[in-house]
């Protein structure tokens, strides 16, 4: 064999190895494009399509810190003194959204993760209302599914969201406009031409010592109408109480003074006022917490420049209780508001019962 021979030969087994190897060698796919997450504009800012889906998601929330004190809130502490009170928050919201052929589809989530100061809440007489509470709460505000003008559900009652919560102060319900928690079934119409129209079946809030509980499965019953227009909007609601078969009614009035001042002023009416309860001479009505037959409200929003906002509320009813607040929101930067604002209580009726109160918020939105 000479050497000729012996170089093409190793050639040959060479190649055939290769061969070999190459015919059980691992074929690689070529990779799926990349989807990028897509803006979606169709909601409002802040939506993004899911991938590979056409729903609309935003994620959203903020990181809220409390700072109040004063005889206003009745706040003493676990040591017996007056103190502050202090509450953190961080609210974490998730809206999805998507077109059917039976409109949009829409899921809604708010939870809130929360820390209170020890503090109980005492009445004028320094009697105790609520325990010490040093407490890390995790509770869910809202949620619900819509479809439509369909809305069912975990929200606020209708009957203090459909003409709108009251004004823009930290404290606006001392002097109670109407019931917030409760478990919804509600349909609203909307026009083109400002008109709405509701109605909602609700639960009420489970606690009989709050006068609120259904009886026999009759639900409680909300219906209201409204008209908004560019001077404002004026809406009427109205709900009956089943188990305490009591009807409560509210009206309200908002008018845009210039397009950086508004006012609003409202009423309501409780045909079961002359009832009251142990704790604060309020009446049971479910939708009506105030005190007595009736209460009032007005209140201002006046945007003295892009960063602040200065927000007012003054409250009366039946009862003579009496409340003012008023803050100015500063945007410190952008997605940062801090909101120092006054509070002032008091009730006609009885002596040494007037009180003032400081309430800070340091807020974080994103």
Not at 113 to 138: C, E, I, K, M, V
Not at 212 to 228: F, K
């Amino acid at each position: 064999m000479n050497v000729k021979t012996l170089l093409l030969g190793s050639a040959a087994a060479l190649v055939a190895v290769s061969g070999a190897r190459a015919a059980d060698a691992v074929v690689v796919a070529e990779p799926e494009p990349m989807e990028y997450v897509r803006v979606c504009d169709v909601y409002g800012t802040g939506f993004f399509y899911m991938p590979g889906t056409e729903t609309c998601l935003k994620i959203s929330g903020y990181v809220r810190v409390d700072i109040r004190g004063g005889d206003a809130f009745e706040r003493i502490s676990n040591a017996g003194e007056e103190t502050y009170h202090n509450r953190v928050r961080s609210q974490l919201r998730v809206d999805a959204r998507s077109e059917t052929e039976l409109g949009t589809l829409r899921s809604y989530a708010q939870i809130n993760f929360q820390y209170q100061s020890d503090s109980a809440t005492f009445d004028a007489d320094g009697r105790r209302l609520t325990n010490y509470d040093n407490n890390d709460d995790l509770f869910i505000e809202f949620a619900y599914i819509e479809l439509g003008g369909f809305r069912i559900g975990k929200n606020d009652s209708y009957f203090s969201t459909f003409t709108d919560y009251s004004s823009g102060v930290l404290n606006d319900g001392i002097v109670p406009y109407g019931p917030f928690s409760t478990l919804q079934i509600a349909y609203t119409y909307t026009g083109a031409n400002g008109f709405s129209a509701g109605i909602a079946l609700e639960q009420g809030d489970e606690d009989e010592y709050d006068g609120g509980i259904t009886e026999d499965y009759a639900p409680y019953v909300v219906g209201g109408v409204s008209l908004t227009q560019g001077w404002g909007k004026v809406g009427l609601v109205a709900g009956w109480d089943t188990w305490q078969e009591e009807v409560a009614v509210k009206g309200r009035l908002d008018v845009n003074i210039t397009d950086t001042a508004s006012v609003f002023v409202m009423g309501a009416w409780d045909s079961g006022g002359d009832e009251f309860n142990s704790i604060d001479d309020q009446g049971t009505n479910f939708y009506a917490p105030w005190g007595g037959k009736w209460a009032i409200w007005g209140g201002t929003a006046v945007k003295f420049n892009e960063k602040a906002t200065f927000n007012a509320e003054v409250g009366y009813d039946d009862f003579e209780n009496f409340s003012v607040a008023a803050n100015v929101a500063y945007d410190l930067v952008p997605g940062f508001t801090i909101t120092p604002e006054v509070v002032y209580v008091d009730n006609f009726d009885l002596d040494d019962s007037d009180a003032w109160g400081v309430n800070v918020r340091f807020q974080r939105t994103f």
